[in-house]
């Protein structure tokens, strides 16, 4: 039975993914509180997820003309960096504290992303 929740929350997650609501962050959610796993067991799985996931949805964006070649420069450069910065700084910090201040970022976007679907919505009714 565990098995078949583990697929269900992995399609749903995916399905998600597709529709830009964060599946990723969703998914770290499910692994940490209903399965038990760590946080860095979760997040070896979610940047799994994202290496699978990622080729579809940049092939989709370039095919859509969405993706700019001289700002993939930069971003890649900067993502780089500090990815490799947050990882050994992530290496050295207690889980615990990871843990919390993870929940904390996920409130505050998801606070943010309620709060702009609001307004979004009150300006397309005028």
């Given amino acids: 039975m565990t098995t078949v929740i ?4 992995g399609l749903l997650t995916g399905i998600l993914s597709g529709f830009g609501i964060g599946g990723g962050s969703l998914l770290l959610l499910y692994l940490t509180l209903f399965a038990g796993m760590s ?3 979760a ?3 979610n940047l ?3 290496i699978a ?3 579809t949805a940049l092939f989709s964006h370039v095919k859509n ?3 700019e070649g001289k700002a993939v420069k930069w971003c890649v450069a900067a993502g780089v960096l500090t990815s490799a910065a947050a990882a050994f700084a992530a290496a050295r910090m207690d889980t615990d504290w990871l843990r919390r201040a993870f929940g904390v970022f996920l409130l ?3 606070t943010k992303e309620l709060l702009a679907k609001r307004e979004q919505s009150d300006s397309c009714k005028k």
């Fill in 53 to 55: 996931c990622a080729p």
């Fill in 108 to 110: 505050y976007i998801g």
């Fill in 43 to 45: 997040g070896g799985i």
């Fill in 65 to 67: 003309g969405l993706v």
């Fill in 39 to 41: 946080q860095y067991q």
């Fill in 6 to 9: 583990a697929v269900l929350a």
């Fill in 48 to 50: 799994l997820y994202f």
